[in-house]
């Protein structure tokens, strides 16, 4: 136990559209039956970090839901356990998190009364697999201040909604780009950084003292000449899910079998909240191509090259194509769906079309009463 | 003070030696059911959503499976400070150190677990039937009637009727008769096999009863009761309840899970039945899928053809298999093109590629007529099956078999090939 996890769950994008007006895109669903926080949080677990605070702020309701236990990913011990940090008020501090530092410096106590000299943080909006204990190995190795987990740009994505790192031959960071208008080099920060216990609660502390709150633009980009930086770059699958057109893609990589094997078959695994829904029952009717089915879900319609989450009722003559249809949804008969999200707990009335544009998926929110048979 | 008002005492040390190879390397509440259940779960499921945090569950054969998917109790939430779930196996004394012999007798070497927990009253219960029951609404009649023993009835068909043991009961359903097994039965209320019992009478009557041999509750403590004049009462009980012992009503209730209603609904929000997941992923249907009334667990692959069957977690079926009328349980694969025509696959099965099961005429089953029929081949778990064999029906199959192992690459009908587990 060398190192206590922070990961940051407090965020909200525009670019998720209407899909974070409901929830924080830390706990948005991924590949069926997961949602994005499991990865870090089984990231943590399966690196032996038992002591991890989750730092949340923006519609925590369904995140919290989500943690209501800490047993899944095995937390919940006397030694450590996990720790969820709502903005609270206090008689020192009245104001909502202003940034990821001054989060992080609002639960500095946190940090103060662990004894692990190193301090993991991870962003909750991400997925991957990523044993931290290596990380730490080679932020030790090379004597660095602070490690920054980095990746090429993946496919299709444009670098510049990323912090972007310039290095050296010896991976120490020379300048860091955030969020650049027009982005040099394709090297990207993963959000993941390793750095010393005692030096974040004293780069926290100054930032804070300066009012600057934001810990990429505020502390690692300011200290990137004065302080050693490095790079680890990791080459395994890495997404980050935080707009729509990204989290569609997310999910939908997961039709491939390589990244299915990767994420579903190899060790380690990545843990979830368990819901007790039945086994997936498909009826007399049901055609289903290339998709992958959660539990509960009772199909009598054609789906295609499409992800079905937890608890979804498909009716007679659907059709659905391309399209990811979240927890708890019941579609009524002759209902066409393509290239579509379905938003949770919606019901979609029978006989209606949803179709999206090619290239710009489509979000369904619908709110009818819903009639069971 | 510990105080409970009703404890639950699972027997659960069965063997199910009608489940045939199935239960070769485990018992029977630990064979799955339903795509990914244990029978266990129906009755432990049942004990939390009666509001019971209290249950010793007794083992005594193959316990292993059983132990790892009990553990502490976490899914069934019976993981508690005070109560919980705990095994009770059959244990060393320092003078006359038995198995357990029978049902009450199993009960009565555990006096002192159910005396630590103070109940009221205690409720009996078995792991090898299928059905969600509400213990408290039991209770409730037992404390209305204020009686010693209520025994938990279920109405069957009169024709039926002697192949159970029924109760004769006057208008208050008080119980005046037993007859087990009758040639003309006189009520068709049978017995469950699950009972309530006020705690001081079943102390009492287990501890005058200590020295009878193989001592159980149908045959010798609920008639000893009943003759000493304690008040014993029928519940009874109108829902779905389904015995799993046979390979026959195995393979029928799981395929009734199927049906476009099924009588014994998992999809309703109430009255859930909790399992140990260990398989989180969803499940993938390949392209090159087709699937026609099925029941499908957590992770499983599909590539291949299935109709009309319960597929359990983490199975994968290969592409050109067809499988048909089955019941397929966790971790099997089945290898390209084998075709599975009503058979029974266990836990970690592997069916080589082009292997043909259930196929040819019907012939009883030549070692074990009685347990291997209804046309079902039967696998036993970890088995391997090689490339290209053509299996009968009526058929047992267990152990790392080869193609040597099949004279001329067949198993007829009616035959049995046991390389491994202790029975046939």
């Given amino acids: 136990m060398r190192a206590v996890g922070i990961i940051l769950a407090g965020g909200h994008n525009n670019k998720m559209r209407e899909l974070s007006n409901k929830r924080a895109i830390a706990a948005m669903p991924i590949a069926g039956s997961f949602r994005a926080i499991d990865f870090a949080l089984s990231n943590m677990t399966n690196s032996h970090i038992q002591k991890v605070a989750v730092i949340t702020q923006y519609n925590s309701k369904s995140l919290n839901e989500h943690l209501n236990s800490s047993k899944w990913w095995d937390f919940g011990r006397k030694q450590g356990g ?6 609270t008020i206090t008689p020192e501090n009245s104001y909502w998190y202003r940034g990821t530092a001054d989060s992080m410096y609002q639960n500095i106590s946190f940090l103060k009364n662990s004894h692990e000299p190193y301090v993991v943080i991870a962003s909750g909006d991400c997925v991957y697999k990523l044993d931290y204990n290596k990380v730490l190995e080679y932020h030790i190795d090379k004597k660095a201040d602070i490690t920054v987990v980095c990746s090429k740009v993946p496919k299709g994505e444009e670098p510049n909604r990323f912090g972007i790192l310039n290095k050296d031959e010896d991976n120490r960071i020379l300048s860091i780009d955030e969020k650049p208008i027009e982005a040099y080099g394709e090297l990207i920060s993963t959000g993941v950084y390793i750095i010393r216990r005692r030096l974040l609660i004293e780069l926290l502390r100054k930032a804070n003292e300066e009012e600057r709150y934001d810990f990429v633009k505020d502390i690692l980009v300011r200290h990137s000449q004065v302080k050693q930086i490095y790079a680890y770059e990791i080459d395994t699958y890495w997404s980050n899910i935080a707009t729509a057109e990204a989290y569609y893609k997310t999910n939908m990589d997961f039709l491939k079998k390589e990244i299915r094997d990767y994420f579903f078959h190899e060790y380690p695994d990545i843990y979830s909240k368990i819901d007790d829904y039945p086994p997936a029952k498909y009826n007399q009717g049901a055609a289903v191509r290339n998709s992958l089915i ?50 949770s707990r919606d019901t979609i009335r029978a006989n209606t079309t949803h179709i999206g544009e090619d290239g710009e998926v489509r979000i369904v929110v619908e709110k009818n009463d819903r009639y069971l048979i | 003070m510990i105080k409970k008002e009703m404890i639950a005492m699972l027997l659960a040390g069965g063997q199910g030696s009608r489940l045939g190879v199935l239960t070769s390397n485990l018992a029977k509440p630990a064979v799955t059911f339903g795509g990914k259940y244990r029978i266990i779960d129906f009755p432990l499921s049942n004990c939390i959503n009666s509001g019971i945090d209290t249950v010793g569950v007794l083992t005594q054969y193959q316990p292993l499976r059983l132990n790892t998917h009990i553990g502490i109790g976490i899914p069934w939430d019976l993981d508690r400070n005070i109560g919980g779930v705990s095994i009770l196996p059959p244990y ?9 012999t029978g049902t009450a007798n199993a009960i009565y070497q555990n006096m002192k677990y159910m005396e630590y927990y103070n109940p009221e009253y205690v409720l009996i219960l078995g792991g090898d039937h299928i059905y969600k029951m509400d213990y408290e609404a039991m209770l409730d009649f037992h404390k209305a009637n204020q009686a010693d023993i209520t025994l938990a009835t279920i109405p069957v068909p009169m024709e039926e009727a002697s192949r159970f043991g029924v109760v004769i009961t006057d208008s208050n359903k008080q119980i005046l008769e037993f007859e087990e097994k009758p040639e ?23 501890i005058a009863l200590s020295e009878q041999k193989g001592c159980d509750f ?10 000493r004049g304690d008040r014993v009462f029928a519940y009874e009980y109108n829902g779905y309840w389904k015995d799993v012992g046979t390979l026959g009503s195995y393979w029928e209730s799981n395929m009734e899970l199927i049906d476009l209603v099924p009588i014994f609904n998992l999809y309703e929000e109430f009255w859930k039945i909790y399992t140990k997941t260990d398989t989180i992923p969803p499940q993938y249907i390949a392209d090159s899928a087709v699937i026609d009334r099925a029941i499908i667990g957590e992770g499983t692959n599909i590539y291949g053809e299935v109709y009309n069957s319960v597929i359990g977690t983490g199975v994968t079926i290969e592409t050109g298999a067809v499988v048909r009328d089955s019941i397929i349980m966790k971790g099997t694969v089945i290898g390209e093109g084998a075709l599975i025509n009503k058979a029974i696959l266990a836990e970690g099965v592997t069916v080589g590629s082009g292997a043909q099961l259930g196929i040819g005429e019907e012939i009883p089953n030549k070692t074990a007529p009685h347990i291997y029929s209804f046309g079902l081949v039967t696998v036993a778990e970890d088995t391997i099956i090689p490339s290209d064999v053509k299996i009968g029906k009526n058929t047992a199959i267990a152990g790392q078999t080869d193609f040597a192992d099949y004279a001329d690459g067949i198993l007829p009908s009616g035959e049995s090939l046991i390389k491994a587990g202790d029975r046939l």
Avoid at chain 1, 82 to 87: D, E
Avoid at chain 2, 191 to 204: A, D, P
Avoid at chain 2, 218 to 227: L, T
Wanted: net charge negative.
């Fill in chain 1, 82 to 87: 996990l720790f969820v940090f709502t903005p």
């Fill in chain 2, 92 to 100: 060393e004394k320092s003078q006359n150190s038995e198995w357990y």
């Fill in chain 1, 294 to 343: 959660s539990s509960g879900c009772i199909i009598n319609g054609t789906i295609e090259n499409s992800i079905l989450f937890k608890k979804v009722y498909v009716g007679n003559n659907c059709t659905i194509k391309n399209s990811i249809i979240l927890n708890d949804v019941y579609i009524g008969d002759n209902t066409y769906i393509e290239n579509c999200i379905v938003e």
């Fill in chain 2, 218 to 227: 149908g045959k010798h403590v609920i008639p000893f009761c009943h003759e």
């Fill in chain 2, 184 to 206: 003309v039965p006189r009520s068709n209320l049978a017995s469950m096999g699950i009972y309530i019992f006020t705690w001081k009478v079943l102390k009492e009557s287990l």
